[in-house]
Each structure stands twice: as structure tokens, then as C-alpha cells.
């Protein structure tokens, strides 16, 4: 059974702190990796994708990936309160856009 | 603007009764989609992958001969929820897989909602 776990929150940061999301996969094979924000009611929208070791920044955010570890993480710097939302971590066991989701992780920033 | 579209967005129906949701892809051509089934508070569930051509694979614990995927063109995948209950009350999103073989988009989403 493939599965990717995330911790389910919800994850209280105040505005301006950084926010660190962890997500951890179980099938070595993977090779693709996302993070999504879903709002309450709306679809996925995708945040980053990551395909190698290391670090990806994008903005405020930063993916890092350790696949020997099995580990996915987002670093949102500088939290805002509409980045409070649903974030998902999702891992593309197949390269075929099967896209298995962890349970996600509730983020409430506060002003 | 969206790449992948779903109607309706929203839909009440009588229990007993079929409802049809449709998956598009609007300005490029997907041989294969994916139907997800989220309740609320939880994470989206993977359906099946919907075929052009082909059958649908559906992903275990999925009943194949409720949940109808029909996949007759390259721009549209079809859901059918069969004599639905209260139960299959859900939102149902769809993604599509572009040709460039790495982005994937997500539709909308559309919920359905079971009386």
C-alpha cells in the first residue's frame, strides 16, 4: 500500500513566521512530488513541484525533498493570513499523473 | 483561465437516482484523467484513471458498476454516480495529465449532494 503521511494539524503560526509543513512517503520509486493548497470548498491548486534532492524556492516558498529519507517538506517564509488554507502533499508514484495525496495539513496564520 | 473544467459545479439529486458529472480538458488533449472523491476534513481519494478508449481502472474498494467512467474523447471524461445515496455525497474533482507528460491540472470540482 503506497501512502503519504502529513500531519493533520491544524499548524498555528502567527503573521510573518515561517511556516514548515512535513510530508513523508512510503514507496522509494517515486519521483515526483507536489504540494497543493486547497481552500475550504475548492479545488487543489498547486504550490510547487519537486523532482530532486534538495531545495526549490519559488517565491515565499521553499520545497525541499530528501529521498533517502523519504521526505517531502514547504517552508512558507513571511506567513500571511491567506495563506491559511489546506496544504497537500502529493507524490506521483507512476509518472503517469496518479497523484497519491497525504491527508493534509491545516494552516491557520493569524494577524 | 482553467485548463480542465467540470459541470456542474454543484448538484442535488433525489436518492435512487444517476447524476452525470463531465471532466474537460479545454485546450489540450488527455488521453488519460483521474477522478478523486474528497469528504469533508478529509484528503482527496483517488477514484480511478479514466482511459481514452478504453475501460476505466479503478482503484480498490471503488465499485466499478456505480461510479460509470466513460472516456469517448481526448478532451472529456465522464462520471456517472448510479442510483446514488446519501452516502455518495462528496465533492468529485477530476485532473488531467497535459501533453507535456509532468503538469497536472485539477478541474474545479463539483459536489454532489444526495436527498
Known amino acids: 500500500q503506497k501512502e503519504v503521511e502529513q500531519n493533520s494539524g491544524p499548524l498555528s503560526v502567527p503573521e510573518g513566521a515561517i511556516a514548515s509543513l512535513n510530508c513523508t512517503y512510503s514507496d522509494r520509486v517515486s519521483q515526483s512530488f507536489f504540494w497543493y493548497r486547497q481552500y475550504s470548498g475548492k479545488s487543489p491548486e498547486l504550490i510547487m513541484s519537486?523532482?530532486?534532492?534538495g531545495d526549490k524556492e519559488d517565491g515565499r516558498f521553499t520545497a525541499q525533498l530528501n529521498k533517502a529519507s523519504q521526505y517531502v517538506s514547504l517552508l512558507i517564509r513571511d506567513s500571511q493570513p491567506s495563506d491559511s488554507a489546506t496544504y497537500l502533499c502529493a507524490v506521483n508514484y507512476n509518472q503517469g499523473g496518479k497523484l497519491i495525496f497525504g491527508q493534509g495539513t491545516e494552516l491557520s496564520v493569524k494577524p | 483561465g482553467a485548463v480542465v473544467s467540470q459541470h456542474p459545479s454543484w448538484v442535488i439529486c433525489k436518492s435512487g437516482t444517476s447524476v452525470k458529472i463531465e471532466c474537460r480538458s479545454l485546450?489540450?488533449?488527455?488521453?488519460?484523467m483521474f477522478w478523486y472523491r474528497q469528504f469533508p476534513k478529509q484528503s482527496l481519494m483517488l477514484m480511478a484513471t479514466s482511459n481514452e478508449g478504453s475501460k476505466a481502472t479503478y482503484e480498490q474498494g471503488v465499485e466499478k458498476d456505480k461510479f460509470l467512467i466513460n472516456h469517448a474523447s481526448l478532451t472529456l471524461s465522464t462520471l456517472t454516480v448510479t442510483s446514488a445515496h446519501p452516502e455518495d455525497s462528496s465533492f468529485y474533482i477530476c485532473s488531467a495529465i497535459h501533453r507535456d507528460g509532468n503538469t497536472i491540472y485539477f478541474g474545479e470540482g463539483s459536489w454532489l449532494t444526495v436527498v
Open positions: 519537486i523532482y530532486s534532492n
Open positions: 485546450d489540450f488533449q488527455a488521453t488519460t
